[in-house]
């Protein structure tokens, strides 16, 4: 991918705070240059009101977005020179709207006509960065019960976006000080999640954090696995799964090269890692990792999907009905999701130049 190029932010669902998100981060003071977004106009200019930022807008035409120079400011002004109105930005965007206007989104609830409204960004941005015309993907966040409820059938964006590339070997990593967490499952119910530890699964997991960790420039990663039970099982004390399936797929981890320690309870590796120990951790469930990283720092936390041909980073929460519309959501996750997408950038640059 050409990291000249713009990134495409998608809006994320109309109904959470990702419409808010995109204009605090694109259209206010921390302005962010060559980002084009995807979604929705008129929701976009709804929700600037809402936040109290006054950017202007402008609809790009996604024929030529990849010859296009976005750069963010106002009239070829220079920033520096104070020739800027305090808070003036352009917001550029590939405008995906629908009939009857913003109001017929309801606000800060699930929704069938928001889930198919989120699911069309996604696709167009997908599509646009698979063609070459953008450098790579930043989502805002999805309500995977609007996407039910429009009768999509996928469990997030990591499937979609696996789905519609074609890509069989894949995984969602979070990032975070300096520490990427795999998970061996993630959007299934703790029973199934359970059922689906496996050997071959954990090693999976195992090969794409390290080479994700090798994607984000760190030469020699070095990696812990979690076990599944308390004290990761204790030696078989409170479980087996450690000793039938997930200690051989370390072992054959270390076969192939890979500095990997494990199986360690998952109640004190997140604790290690942060203290430097780890690179990368590979957690068996969703609430494993996902409980240890945002009971840490909520907000600066970013998801990367790893194993894609296109490069997708993405917030780390969702879409927070519970204040959407309200003008109170933080843009810091999408700011540092921006951040993460462009260091990939720079090193596949500098991997493949």
């Known amino acids: 991918m050409d990291n000249k190029k713009p990134l495409l932010l998608t809006m994320g669902d109309p109904a959470g705070v990702g419409p808010e998100i995109a204009v605090r981060a694109l259209g206010g003071q921390a302005a962010v240059p060559d980002v084009v977004v995807v979604g929705d106009a008129e929701v976009m200019r709804a929700a600037a009101e809402v936040c109290g930022v006054s950017p202007e807008f402008n609809v790009v035409d996604e024929r030529v977005i990849d010859e296009t120079v976005v750069n963010g400011i106002d009239d070829g002004c220079c920033e520096e020179r104070g020739e800027i109105p305090k808070g003036r930005r352009i917001i550029n965007i590939i405008d995906i709207s629908y009939p009857n206007g913003a109001s017929r989104f309801p606000k800060g609830v699930p929704d069938a006509s928001c889930g198919r409204a989120a699911y069309s960004y996604i696709i ?68 199934s999640a359970i059922e689906m530890i496996t050997e071959d ?57 890979i500095d990997v320690a494990g199986p360690l309870p998952p109640d004190t590796v997140f604790n290690r890692a942060f203290k430097g120990e780890f690179n990368g951790v590979v957690s068996m469930l969703h609430d494993h990792g996902f409980v240890a990283l945002k009971s840490r720092d909520f907000e600066h936390g970013v998801n990367i999907t790893v194993g894609l041909p296109i490069i997708r980073a993405s917030v780390g929460h969702g879409t927070a009905f519970d204040i959407a519309w309200k003008g109170k959501a933080s843009c810091e996750s999408l700011l540092s999701a921006i951040g993460a997408a462009r260091n990939l950038l720079t090193y596949r640059a500098r991997r493949d130049g």
């Open 201 to 257: 699964r954990v090693l999976r997991q195992i090969r794409l954090l390290h080479r994700s960790l090798a994607g984000l420039g760190i030469g020699k990663p070095r990696m812990a696995v979690s076990g599944l039970n308390p004290h990761a099982g204790e030696n078989g004390l409170f479980g087996d799964e450690e000793i039938k399936e997930i200690v051989p797929a370390i072992k054959r981890a270390r076969e192939e090269g």
């Open 124 to 191: 167009k941005a997908i599509e646009l960065t698979v063609a070459g015309k953008a450098s790579g993907v930043v989502t805002g966040p999805i309500s995977k019960e609007s996407l039910k409820l429009a009768g999509i059938n996928y469990p997030g964006h990591t499937e979609i976006f696996a789905d519609k590339t074609g890509t069989n070997d894949y995984s969602m990593v979070f990032l975070l000080d300096g520490v990427a967490v795999a998970h061996v499952t993630t959007h299934v119910s703790l029973r």
